[in-house]
């Protein structure tokens, strides 16, 4: 999921040099949102493994 956010902002920055600004504003958009949906999905599994850790201690 960081791989797409990744690309969605490079076509964001590339679309900004061009003088897209809608295209721009509208893939930052959908990189910031890919962004933190990998996040929640990080901290999901951080807490997961730390639950899971202290069962098997």
């Not at 901290?43 to 201690?57: P, R, T």
């Amino acid at each position: 999921m960081l791989k797409w956010a990744l690309i969605f902002f490079v076509i964001s920055l590339v679309a900004g040099l061009l003088g897209f600004s809608g295209i721009s504003a509208a893939t930052a958009g959908i990189a910031k949102i890919l962004f933190y949906i990998a996040l929640a999905i990080f901290l999901v599994f951080l807490v997961l493994a730390i639950m899971a850790g202290g069962i098997v201690l």
